[in-house]
Nanobody, 118 residues
Framework: VQLQAFGGGLVQAGGFLRLSCVAS????????MGWFRQAPGKEREFVTA????????YYADSVKGRFTISRDNAKNTVYLQMNSLKPEDTAVYFC????????????WGQGTQVTVSS
C-alpha cells in the first residue's frame, strides 16, 4: 500500500485547508486511516482517525470542533477538512493506515506542509 498526501499550503489564521490522502496498491487491506502531524522540534502527534466504514471517528482535543476527517472508499481517499486554523496547527501532516488485525499504523505517506500565519 502506498499513501500520498496532498493539499498543504500557507493560510492565514482563521482560514481553512483540505488535505487529501490517496491510497494505492492493496487498499483492501486498510482498516483505520488517520492523520498525524509533526511541528518543528516536536514529536509526531495524533490528529484524527476514521474506521474503515467511516462509522467512527476520533480526534485529538486540540482539533475537536475544527477538523473533520472523512473517507471515500470508492476513491481510496481520506480527507481532512481543517477549519478555523491557528498558528499552532503549523506542522507537517502525515496520513497513515492500519491493516486489519494490526494495532499500529503500518503504512505512512509522505508529509504535506501546513503553515498558518498569524
Amino acid at each position: 500500500v502506498q499513501l500520498q498526501a496532498f493539499g498543504g499550503g500557507l493560510v492565514q489564521a482563521g482560514g481553512f485547508l483540505r488535505l487529501s490522502c490517496v491510497a494505492s496498491g492493496r487498499t483492501h487491506n486498510l482498516s483505520i486511516m488517520g492523520w498525524f502531524r509533526q511541528a518543528p522540534g516536536k514529536e509526531r502527534e495524533f490528529v484524527t482517525a476514521i474506521t474503515q466504514t467511516g462509522g467512527s471517528t476520533y480526534y485529538a482535543d486540540s482539533v475537536k470542533g475544527r477538523f473533520t476527517i472523512s473517507r471515500d472508499n470508492a476513491k481510496n481517499t481520506v480527507y481532512l477538512q481543517m477549519n478555523s486554523l491557528k498558528p499552532e496547527d503549523t506542522a507537517v501532516y502525515f496520513c497513515a493506515g492500519r491493516s486489519f488485525g494490526v494495532s499500529v499504523y503500518d503504512y505512512w505517506g509522505q508529509g504535506t506542509q501546513v503553515t498558518v500565519s498569524s
